[in-house]
């Protein structure tokens, strides 16, 4: 199943939509209402919430390994070149 934003008004299974109306529908209809300029493509929230997801946990790794990083150069006594 596929969720579809309608970009032209629709009828889809006897009931009338509107541009701006989602549709979850089969892969076959998705695959119909994009190829005829009707609908788009919507990304899921699972997908988005997900990258969000490992992009936070990377910043926070990354922090995470500034914080514990010398910033007196003890333990590197040539400092960076």
Same mark, same amino acid.
């Given at each position: 199943?596929?969720?579809?934003?309608?970009?032209?008004?629709?009828?889809?299974?006897?009931?009338?939509?509107?541009?701006?109306?989602?549709?979850?529908? #089969?892969?076959? +209809?998705?695959?119909?209402?994009?190829?005829?300029?009707?609908?788009?493509?919507?990304?899921?929230?699972?997908? #988005?919430?997900?990258?969000?997801?490992?992009?936070?946990?990377?910043?926070?790794?990354?922090?995470?390994?500034? +914080?514990?990083?010398? #910033? +007196?150069?003890?333990?590197?006594?040539?400092?960076?070149?």
């Amino acid at each position: 199943m596929k969720k579809i934003k309608l970009i032209r008004p629709h009828i889809h299974a006897g009931v009338s939509y509107s541009p701006g109306d989602e549709l979850l529908v #089969s892969d076959a +209809d998705a695959i119909f209402l994009v190829r005829y300029q009707i609908g788009v493509a919507v990304k899921t929230a699972t997908k #988005s919430a997900n990258k969000t997801e490992k992009n936070a946990t990377s910043a926070t790794v990354a922090a995470i390994t500034e +914080d514990n990083t010398p #910033s +007196d150069n003890t333990n590197n006594p040539e400092g960076d070149k």
